[in-house]
């Protein structure tokens, strides 16, 4: 194959020649621009030049030297424009502002700052599904920068499956020697303590304003599945809530709160924790939810009850806690017994 025109208008280059890599190029405006950048092609092939340098220097663009900045515009343009969802791009803004920003060279994103990445998003609760969404659109960018020779280097990038294992939730022991960990680092213990009574999502918390808290509970207004719900509270999560409000009654309530600092704080309370916990990859921040639902369920809360208290969107997702309610078949063989 030499030249073609692509499903989108757009015409391709693509050669070959022995002793050099492939040399492609695409988003050519016409046939008449690829004939002629194929002639092109072929005379550095001849001169024993490697074309796709030469060229690409040429055209002001240096492999490996583009930024982030520059494989975004160029994906956008070749992939997500004209798309009616947005998601793919959006996800690939955020995951280039924790890559350190656009003007980062692609060059730079190593495998330990994408491992890093990865671990953090751990931290933050992020399910194993989500992060291979992040990591999907970061794929595109480094996919699109190789076929346009913007970039030679891809990052190993990983694939996840959605976790559909063991819930992992805190024993009663474990909660105990995590708050008497948190005691010691600020006002971390507060947080969690209301993480825990409460089921809140880390960045629903972090939102929550004096205002959110009233007589019957506290209500989280920007929660991921777009819609209000108010929790009832726990003594202690109450007691908590009215303190701070009473002693910063404007701002957010937890105005320390900060995702890095987050992850800095888990790590050294993975390692307080103990070998076991240290290694155990479900030991994250989200397991205060988890806890949350779980003790609610084996108290013998109605699951649509619980899916209300949590603001799951779908019943589904509620359902993975159901095994927890272990008197709930004993219940339904004893109506059989009644009717027998």
């Not at 050099?20 to 024993?48: C, H, I, N, W, Y």
């Not at 777009?226 to 002693?247: F, G, I, M, Y």
């Not at 019943?315 to 927890?324: F, N, P, R, V």
Request: net charge positive; glycine share 6%; aromatic share 8%.
């Amino acid at each position: 194959m030499a030249i073609r025109q692509l499903k989108n208008g757009s015409w391709e280059v693509d050669k070959a020649s022995k002793g050099f890599p492939r040399f492609r190029m695409k988003g050519l405006q016409s046939r008449a621009d690829a004939l002629v950048l194929e002639a092109k092609a072929m005379e550095e092939f001849k001169a024993g030049r490697d074309p796709s340098v030469t060229l690409k220097l040429r055209a002001g663009v240096q492999a490996d030297d583009c930024t982030l900045a520059d494989l975004l515009a160029a994906t956008h343009r070749r992939k997500w424009y004209g798309q009616k969802s947005t998601t793919q791009y959006d996800n690939a803004v955020r995951m280039i502002e924790k890559l350190g920003g656009e003007s980062v060279k692609a060059s730079a994103v190593t495998q330990d700052k994408i491992n890093y990445i990865i671990d953090f998003m751990r931290i933050e609760g992020r399910s194993d599904s989500t992060i291979s969404r992040n990591m999907s659109a970061i794929r595109s960018l480094f996919k699109v920068g190789k076929d346009e020779g913007l970039t030679r280097h891809v990052p190993k990038l990983p694939h996840f499956k959605a976790y559909k294992g063991r819930v992992r939730y805190l024993s009663r022991e474990e909660e105990t020697r995590m708050l008497a960990f948190l005691k010691t680092q600020s006002q971390w213990h507060d947080f969690f303590i209301v993480m825990l009574d409460t089921g809140a999502r880390n960045s629903e918390l972090a939102r929550c304003m004096p205002r959110d808290l009233n007589d019957f509970g506290l209500t989280f207004s920007e929660t991921k599945g777009d819609t209000n719900r108010t929790v009832p509270l726990t003594k202690r999560a109450r007691a908590v809530l009215e303190r701070r409000c009473k002693e910063n009654p404007y701002g957010r309530i937890f105005q320390f709160y900060n995702g890095s600092t987050l992850a800095s704080l888990w790590m050294r309370l993975r390692s307080y924790m103990g070998t076991e916990i240290e290694n155990d990859p479900l030991f994250i921040p989200y397991i205060c939810r988890h806890t949350c639902a779980s003790r609610l369920v084996q108290a013998g809360v109605d699951l649509r009850r619980v899916q209300t208290w949590l603001g799951h969107k779908r019943i589904e997702t509620t359902l993975k806690y159901a095994h927890l309610a272990p008197d709930s078949l004993l219940t339904a063989r004893d109506a059989l017994e009644t009717g027998a």
